[in-house]
């Protein structure tokens, strides 16, 4: 999985049936923007974790994403681990 | 997903027979030029959403696809969320 | 996909028996040299249509091959959408 | 599979429920900072091995995971083949 | 695929269960460094084929690898197709 931002939100009217009411979020990874759907209810400027490939879809197997925020970080930022 | 732009129509009379009758797109990703089978009727320069891996085939299970253009952008560009 | 220029053919005695009888061609897909099997026919200097992934053993799904060459570009170069 | 070290514990309260009980550590892989379940009780340091995609998720096939650690470097470095 | 050459042996005493038994190696490619399964028996220095994903597990459907070693190269080197 990878860390990323929540940017912006993404419409398109036109769209493949199986991904109406898909809410489909724009997430900065590193220097890229993605686009994720979202499972946990992410807003803009949440630090999320996104899924990639089939797992994205795990919830869901007949929406054709690729990428799925799975979680919010609880403080924006990574720990040691104790 | 990544979002992108069509740039070209790819024709190949030589192919594998599980890709007749699909369009192909040539869609700009950044820097790199990626061709993905249309699911949504894009046209050139239309800004589109791409999704990649299996989840690109949900529609077409035989068709040795690995990326398709599940939407088109609204507007051409993504905004903040509300 | 991606497409690419087909640049070498490879041979390997020692390999997975699903390979036997594979035809495997060298691509050159931007800056990067890949090993694709050939699903149509394909010979030196080909622009071609490349699949990543499952996609590329839809058509022999005993064959542990990740990437297959399922067309080859008509003219060489991708022209504009009507 | 690409070689790792263990950097950090991620701690989302709001997730996928299908992440419960998971433990997600981040790893520096190269340049770039991923996440991955811990499959073998991998420790904050700790030089492990990851492996991606379905493989991540072959023992908790409905854990939305693409990256799981899967072993721990015996002595943190490769040696030659003897 | 990918061409890459076998760099080292990878032990790990703490793994997953169903790595068990399975020889992984070292294997650069290009400037990476990745870690295989040997499907063939492969050895330092050798110039090798690796395939990734799901094509690396079609041998051994439950081991949770994602790259495999599939083939030698017989010379090294690839040359053009006659």
Not at 18 to 32: K, Y
Not at 48 to 72: H, K, M
Request: charged content about 25%; aromatic content about 2%.
């Amino acid at each position: 999985m990878k860390l990323g931002t929540v940017t912006g939100c993404v419409w398109a009217t036109k769209k493949s049936p199986a991904l109406r009411g898909q809410s489909l979020l724009q997430v900065r990874v590193g220097e890229l923007e993605l686009v994720a759907a979202d499972l946990v209810g992410a807003g803009q400027g949440d630090r999320v974790i996104l899924s990639f490939g089939s797992a994205a879809r795990l919830e869901q197997p007949d929406c054709p994403v690729d990428a799925a925020i799975v979680g919010i970080l609880d403080e924006g930022t990574v720990r040691e681990c104790r």
